[in-house]
């Protein structure tokens, strides 16, 4: 079954990319999936999902945020001493939260809008929880653009989840949380397509990894 799927997901990005990149991708996908004993690989139509909130035109397909790109930057994130609250937007299947326990972080939360991608990552938690007895998990099935940021909340992550418009009233949402409890911000982005609106909004490029294009993300920080 997990091989089917590998090689449907390499014609889908041979296709619709390159074979350079597919042949990357599913090597860094059979890794990462091994490693974290994930069940995570694919691409879903969020147009046939059940969807929560509005602004359902706005988000992107889904498939999981690069095993490369996503250990890398929480490689950088962790290095700064920083693993307490991570917000994943977007959050799919699970598979950033997954790793984001194993890289220490202590609060961690996934926001997703597809009922069926979110009981996907209700489940993968699940099966993770008892390794993690002092981490705490909540999974949310709610709209990025509905959810009440803490004032703990640190790390924020995103792989290329939403497009403009959502994009800039969760950046707004960051920055009125930001405004009420002063204190260090990280955006962990995948696949920065919209890095400009978090960098005119005073934000700071402090990493950069880049393997190949469309295999790439940043942190940045204010």
């Not at 997990?2 to 041979?14: C, E, G, S, T, V």
């Not at 498939?63 to 994130?77: H, N």
Request: charged residues 25%.
């Amino acid at each position: 079954m997990k091989a089917f799927k590998y090689i449907r997901y390499f014609i889908h990005i041979a296709l619709n990319w390159n074979v350079r990149l597919a042949m990357s991708t599913i090597y860094h996908e059979i890794r990462g999936e091994r490693k974290y004993k994930l069940n995570t690989t694919g691409i879903n139509d969020l147009a046939k999902l059940q969807l929560k909130g509005r602004y359902k035109n706005e988000a992107e397909v889904y498939q999981g945020a690069s095993y490369l790109v996503t250990e890398k930057l929480f490689q950088y994130v962790q290095s700064h001493s920083v693993a307490g609250s991570i917000i994943d937007y977007g959050c799919g299947k699970g598979r950033v939260l997954v790793i984001a326990a194993y890289f220490g972080f202590r609060k961690i939360t996934g926001v997703e809008f597809a009922k069926e991608l979110w009981l996907e990552t209700v489940n993968n938690i699940d099966l993770i929880r008892g390794e993690f007895p002092d981490t705490v998990f909540t999974v949310l099935h709610e709209n990025a653009v509905s959810h009440t940021i803490q004032k703990d909340d640190q790390v924020f992550f995103f792989f290329n989840p939403f497009q403009n418009l959502v994009m800039k009233k969760v950046l707004a949402n960051i920055l009125d949380s930001l405004r009420k409890d002063p204190r260090r911000i990280y955006i962990v982005y995948v696949n920065p397509q919209l890095k400009k609106l978090f960098l005119d909004e005073g934000f700071e490029e402090v990493y950069y990894f880049r393997k190949m294009q469309y295999v790439e993300g940043v942190v940045l920080m204010i």
